[in-house]
């Protein structure tokens, strides 16, 4: 239980510094943060393995959340301002569930993938049809 109570803290971590919605590099070095973050806080709470599943958590979800707020930035222009906002008040929520009812997270990992994977293949196939023409 302590492992989960870890993960979610390192989601809710990464989740929050995805708000940013950046790109390219910068999108590496918040990925890399958000694992140093989660790692420490996984750390205090529990041990070194809290902190490795802490710090896997926090990277994967601010993989997750940066592409998507970096998407919806790209098209609603300075609007995914209320999207971070958004994001933000999960993250809250997540940790709330990572403390209270940790056995809950799973639920919430599993939907993160989810995104991350439906994301990821509905970018394929937008871009299929440009490969093709090579």
Do not use: E, N, Y
Request: proline content about 1%; charged content about 15%.
């Amino acid at each position: 239980m302590d492992l989960l109570k870890d993960l979610g803290v390192g989601i809710a971590i990464g989740m929050l510094a995805g708000t940013t919605g950046t790109t390219g590099s910068a999108r590496g070095r918040m990925v890399l943060l958000a694992a140093i973050v989660g790692f420490v806080a996984g750390l205090l709470l529990d041990s070194v393995v809290g902190g490795i599943v802490a710090a896997v958590g926090g990277g994967g979800a601010c993989l997750v959340i940066s592409d998507l707020v970096f998407g919806a930035s790209r098209r609603q222009g300075s609007g995914a301002g209320a999207l971070g906002f958004i994001v933000a008040l999960a993250a809250l929520v997540v940790l709330a569930i990572a403390l209270l009812v940790p056995i809950a997270i799973i639920v919430v990992a599993i939907a993160l993938i989810w995104l991350g994977i439906s994301r990821r293949r509905r970018a394929q196939r937008k871009h299929a049809g440009l490969r093709v023409l090579r």
